[in-house]
């Protein structure tokens, strides 16, 4: 209301907000020049089949090596580089980076990785995925994009054509973080997703929550209804592993099976026998 946007234009003559937008600023700066001069690196995560027990694909999650601030994450500067357009060429960079480096993997590990709506908005991103694919001799059936609910908000026929489009390259459809945002269960009916990741908020605590349980269940039984396949994110405990595998989850990803790791981490990943830890009967 009028009361409380006079107190944040007030607000902006404050020293305090001038110093956020100078660091805010400054950070602009820095990422402008992280992509030309090396500083961005990637991080695999593996997802595993909790059938089969095996690892079955590692989510490339990209890192920013600063060189005063260190290591800084995904959620300080893909927010930033979203709003100054820079995903663009960054999501380019981490689409090829991730397709070279799985092409040293086995044939049946595949790669995730994440796209941003502003990529879908800004570029076309269809033939971005299909010339990485040309270029790094990358299989489209070993590629996942992961997309969160924000795309479909768009609600446009152009993001359906691009959707529909990636999908008869033969990659595969994923959509991130489901539950979170703000799209209704007609949405993801009428949008071509291969798979739909429970998001965290709901696996944290799901041993301990009744709704957090039966929401899992619910997303599950959605799934199944238009085939799509369930993994949950963010798995840290044997009792959220048992209750997921009870739900019917098929697939899952978490600190239970590893963080995510620098590229020279996989192969050690990759020779561990059983990374789905067993599961104690109780009976
Ligand atoms: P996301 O795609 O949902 O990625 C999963 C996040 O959960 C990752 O955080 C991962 O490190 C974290 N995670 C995995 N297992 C666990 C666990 O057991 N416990 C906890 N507490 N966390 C776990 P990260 O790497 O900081 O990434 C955060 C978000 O940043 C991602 O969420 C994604 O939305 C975005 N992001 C990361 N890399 C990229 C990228 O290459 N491109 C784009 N567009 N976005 C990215
Ligand atoms: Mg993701
Ligand atoms: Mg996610
Ligand atoms: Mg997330």
Redesign the pocket.
Known sequence: DAKSEGRSTYRFFEPQMDQRLQARRALELDLRGALEHGEFEL?F?PLVNLTSRKIICF????RWAHPERGLV???EF?PVAEEIGL?VPI?EW?LRQACSEAMHWPEDISVA????SIQFQRSNVVRTVSQTLLETGLPANRLEL?I?ETVLLQESDETLTSLHALRALGVRLSM??FGTGYSSLNYIRRFPFDKI?ID?CFVQDVATNKDSLTIVHTIVALGRSLEMTTTA????TQEQLTMLRAAGCAEA????FG??TPASGVAALLQKPNPVPDIRSGR
């Not at 989510?59 to 990209?62: D, F, M, N, P, R």
């Open positions: 991080h995560q989510e490339a999650l990209v994450p995904p959620s893909i995903i999501g981490i990785v994440n796209l941003s992961e969160t991130d973080d990741k965290q994110e963010g798995v840290e990803q978490g600190s239970l963080m995510p």
